[in-house]
């Protein structure tokens, strides 16, 4: 398919600073969103003005648009926002039969379909696509009401809409029904977590930052992490050892925290999505420690920085204290500079997933925020009331710090535990 990107928007104010998403930069953003989707992007177009009401565009500009598909041979035409059902209707009546319309939020939908592999991804990804569909059922509408012959036969494509309305209705109830299922699968895991306060430490970033590549890095394990956009859609949990867990405490269980690899976020996330990903989010707001993962070679990356704070906000996770991570060091021209300005700022770590760099640093901040998040704990539990005994081996499993003793015909724990649990 070769497509045509449209964007709309204020004048390049924000480049310069590099702190925000100018025009241009967005364009750029939807090509590569483009290609992940398996698409060739064959021009760009672009307008200085608020959207248009009716058509996104002013009238001039979609001449100049259709032109463009034209001459370009051009049969998908993707607009870099949303369009509201009215404009996706009027658009894609100005154009020919064969060519589609769609906008950035359709796109990740189409990316996100194609990627999910387990079956909660795949749920979470057709319900926020089928409430996309509902409101905008244009092109089956205009096809019928064409059939038909405008006037006289009008009714028959507007009930065929109704009938389609309703088919979408109850496909979303299905899939809401499916989709709690297999959620109380997810929250039985939180709560076993909880129950075994085993610390969760949520990896959350722009998509593309280095967030499964970390993983790896910090696990070793293989999650697939691969140079295009929204590669990672199931989340996937995985045991990391800390390093005084590792000196002390070989055991299982002892120590290890669970790492979170999610989603990636994006600036103008669609927020059909957000709302059917809430279940994968939540876990982000259970999470004890968020690693906030930067790309610090990328030219955006503080307009970046500040799309995925502005997304944690919004799911509610600002109780999770953030370890801000700057990764890719190995990409930047200047990582003294980097360096020093991390050094400067409060929880910021330098790393190279790629290289390993910084990655051990960073396993001993996230032990230490994990060990300052937590409380000291002295228990003197007397030999008759032995039984409560067990209750504390089970906390003392999973404490970061433990001492034992008998004193006087006593079992003596000082250890130091989440809140939660103590
Ligand atoms: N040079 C360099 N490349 C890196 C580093 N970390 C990640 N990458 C590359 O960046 C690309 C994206 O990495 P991923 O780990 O898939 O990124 P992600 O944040 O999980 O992305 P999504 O799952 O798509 O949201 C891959 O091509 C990685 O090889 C790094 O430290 N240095
Ligand atoms: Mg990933």
């Known amino acids: 398919e070769r497509a045509l990107l449209v964007g709309v928007g204020a004048a390049n104010t924000g480049r310069r600073q590099g702190i925000q998403y100018s025009l241009q930069d967005s364009l750029e953003e939807l090509a590569g969103l483009a290609e992940a989707a398996g698409l060739k992007v064959v021009g760009t177009l672009t307008q200085h003005i608020d959207p248009d009401a009716q058509t996104y565009l002013g009238p001039g500009k979609v001449e100049e648009m ?29 154009c020919s039969q064969q060519t589609r319309v769609c906008d950035r939020t359709a796109l990740i939908l189409d990316i996100f379909k194609q990627r999910a592999f387990t079956k909660e991804g795949q749920l979470q990804v057709e319900y926020a696509a089928t409430e996309y569909q509902l409101p905008r059922l244009t092109r089956m509408w205009t096809h019928l009401e064409r059939q038909s012959g405008a006037g006289k036969m009008k009714g028959m494509g507007e009930k065929q809409i109704d009938v389609d309305r309703r088919l979408l209705r109850s496909r979303l109830a299905i899939l809401r029904g499916r989709l709690e299922e297999v959620q109380q699968c997810r929250e039985q895991y939180r709560r076993s977590r909880a129950e075994l306060a085993v610390p969760l430490i949520a990896l959350v970033g722009y998509t593309n930052a280095g967030k499964s590549c970390l993983m790896n890095a910090l696990t070793s394990a293989a999650v697939l992490s691969e140079d295009a956009l929204f590669a990672t859609l199931d989340t996937t949990v995985r045991k990391i050892i800390l390093p005084s867990g590792l000196q002390a405490r070989p055991q299982r269980h002892h120590s290890s925290s669970c790492l979170l690899d999610t989603v990636g976020f994006i600036q103008k996330l669609p927020p059909q999505l957000v709302a059917a990903f809430r279940a994968t989010l939540d876990d982000i707001k259970a999470a004890s420690v968020i690693l906030h993962v930067v790309d610090c070679s990328h030219p955006l990356a503080a307009a970046q920085g500040e799309a995925v704070l502005k997304v944690l906000k919004e799911i509610g996770a600002t109780e999770v204290p953030i370890i801000t991570v700057w990764n890719k060091m190995d ?77 006087h015909g006593s079992v003596c724990f000082h250890l130091q535990h989440r809140p939660c649990i103590v």
């Open 66 to 94: 259709l032109q463009a598909v034209a001459s370009r041979g051009a049969n998908t035409v993707i607009f870099d926002g949303e369009l509201s059902p009215r404009q996706l209707r009027n658009l894609s009546r100005k």
């Open 331 to 407: 990409l930047v021209r200047d990582p003294e500079m980097v360096a020093t300005v991390a050094g400067g700022r409060q929880s910021v770590v330098c790393v190279s997933a790629h290289t390993g760099q910084g990655v051990d640093e960073l396993l001993n901040v996230i032990e230490e925020q994990l060990k300052a998040s937590m409380e000291f704990v002295h228990l003197l539990i007397p030999f008759s009331k032995a039984s409560s005994l067990w209750d504390v081996l089970l906390w003392r499993a999973n404490a970061s710090y433990c001492i034992g003793n008998i004193i």
